[in-house]
């Protein structure tokens, strides 16, 4: 088996399809985790849960609660990250409800794209997290101090704070390569390398993903790794170039 997870489950990689995009939204300038619940979109911005009508785009409700990273419904509560906190909210009310089972029944969760780790025969484990903002990068730096030596493959949108999030993430890495998600949103390699000052000096840049991936590897140390962050566009698209190398 040449592609396995963690756990050794077997799992076949589809790739997604942008259909539609929303935004900007004026009242909310960041969208830091999105989710549905069947009828409404819901995004986290900061300081409340706001959803709207995938139809039509318009607002339709939010809850005040803080949420600064990933989101995530279960059919009936909402799971939100805060800061180092996941919080279970109830749709209804918009109460956070009994934080101790909302930990414990996310423990085992696996979120694609959230430290999602690939192993592949004969190459360097990829370890795949769309960590798009300086929450995310924080909360991937965090778990990334105590990891093996890494290469990290970064792609970002050039609306997001790359300069913050290149000085939370570049420092940590053996090596840092630059690429570009196939979306008119992102930055290119140039401007990333620009916007992260001295942090961005020794980075290498490759606009393509599948060579950028590949330097990536061979850049990566004995025993180390290779992660690929900063945009769920960037990790998308690995992950179609995964795909597309294990059916070849």
């Known amino acids: 088996m040449d592609r396995t997870r963690d756990n050794a489950a077997t799992t076949e990689v589809q790739a997604a399809e942008i259909v539609r995009e929303y935004g900007p939204f004026s009242d909310a300038p960041n969208v830091h985790g999105v989710t549905f619940d069947g009828t409404h979109v819901w995004f986290a911005a900061g300081d409340a849960l706001r959803a709207f009508d995938p139809s039509s785009g318009r607002a339709v409700r939010s809850i005040e609660v803080a949420c600064d990273a990933g989101t995530a419904f279960d059919g009936r509560y909402f799971y ?3 800061g180092d906190r996941i919080q279970k909210v109830d749709p209804a009310t918009g109460a956070v409800v009994d934080l101790g089972a909302a930990g414990a029944a996310l423990a085992g ?20 997290d769309g960590a798009h903002n300086p929450a995310a990068a924080r909360a991937l730096a965090a778990y990334l101090r105590d990891a093996v030596p890494f290469v990290l493959l970064f792609g970002v949108m050039a609306d997001k704070d790359v300069e913050v999030m290149t000085r939370i993430l570049f420092p940590l890495a053996h090596a840092v390569v630059l690429t570009r998600a196939p979306t008119d949103r992102a930055a290119a390699p140039e401007e990333i390398t620009r916007r992260a000052g001295e942090a961005g000096r020794r980075a ?18 004995a025993g180390g790794q290779v992660v690929v962050a900063g945009s769920l566009y ?12 294990r059916r070849a």
């Open 204 to 221: 290498r840049m490759e606009a393509s993903p599948r060579r950028a991936l590949a330097l990536a590897r061979r850049l990566a140390p």
């Open 80 to 82: 939100q990250l805060a």
């Open 109 to 128: 969760t696996q979120w694609p794209g959230r430290l999602e780790r690939v192993l592949i025969e004969g190459a360097p484990p990829l370890l795949l």
């Open 234 to 245: 960037l990790v998308g698209e690995i992950t179609r170039i995964l795909r597309t190398a």
